[in-house]
T-cell receptor
Framework: KQEVTQIPAALSVPEGENLVLNCSFT??????LQWFRQDPGKGLTSLLL?????REQTSGRLNASLDKSSGRSTLYIAASQPGDSATYLC?????????FGTGTSLTVIP | SAVISQKPSRDICQRGTSLTIQCQVD?????MFWYRQQPGQSLTLIAT?????????ESGFVIDKFPISRPNLTFSTLTVSNMSPEDSSIYLC??????????FGPGTRLLVL
């Protein structure tokens, strides 16, 4: 069974700093990987989707990379802002099933 | 993209009662997914709901406890039956959009006393 791990579980950084969130998965036979943002008590907002054939995707200050063979993905956030404070989840798809990590809780301090 | 709404957004229920959660999508989709997110934990898939057929349940979830309806391509309901405090969670529905992106509703926060 696919297992998804996210490190660190929590992260606190000063505003303006660049940061990296990590996601690892045990089975490299994935269809795609998706990064989400979840604000407290709310649903999930899709940030970036990387297909298994892709190496990275970018959206604004966000850049996600995928190394399928090593079972790793990173989410890079440039010039962090207090509004980036949220929990970030990665999820891998094996087709119809998504497996979620436990998330990284990010706090950006003004 | 897909826009998903859920009702109710939150509820407080008594032990032993049932609650039906509604999920509405702004476009026709083949598959809809129901997830549970228990406090402090990540998402766990409950079942996949296809229009015109029985829902497919994941290990640990059964139809008697979580009956699902899927009457058309834009709507689904999940019922949490005979609730106990352990059912207190956020329940989320989701769909797959173009390019395989998964979209989520805002969630239903359930507290069982």
């Amino acid at each position: 069974k696919q297992e998804v791990t996210q490190i660190p579980a929590a992260l606190s950084v000063p505003e303006g700093e660049n940061l990296v969130l990590n996601c690892s998965f045990t089975d490299s036979a994935i269809y795609n990987l998706q990064w989400f943002r979840q604000d407290p008590g709310k649903g999930l907002t899709s940030l970036l989707l990387i297909q298994s054939s892709q190496r990275e995707q970018t959206s604004g200050r966000l850049n996600a990379s995928l190394d399928k063979s090593s079972g790793r993905s990173t989410l890079y956030i440039a010039a962090s802002q207090p509004g980036d404070s949220a929990t970030y989840l990665c999820a891998v798809s094996t087709g119809n099933q998504f497996y979620f990590g436990t998330g990284t809780s990010l706090t950006v301090i003004p | 993209s897909a826009v998903i709404s859920q009702k109710p957004s939150r509820d407080i229920c008594q032990r032993g009662t049932s609650l039906t959660i509604q999920c509405q999508v702004d476009s026709q989709v083949t598959m809809m997914f129901w997830y549970r997110q228990q406090p402090g934990q990540s998402l766990t898939l409950i079942a996949t709901a296809n229009q015109g057929s029985e829902a497919t349940y994941e290990s640990g979830f059964v139809i008697d406890k979580f009956p699902i309806s899927r009457p058309n391509l834009t709507f689904s309901t999940l019922t949490v039956s005979n609730m106990s405090p352990e059912d207190s969670s956020i329940y989320l529905c989701s769909v797959k959009g173009g390019g395989e992106t998964q979209y989520f509703g805002p969630g239903t926060r359930l507290l069982v006393l």
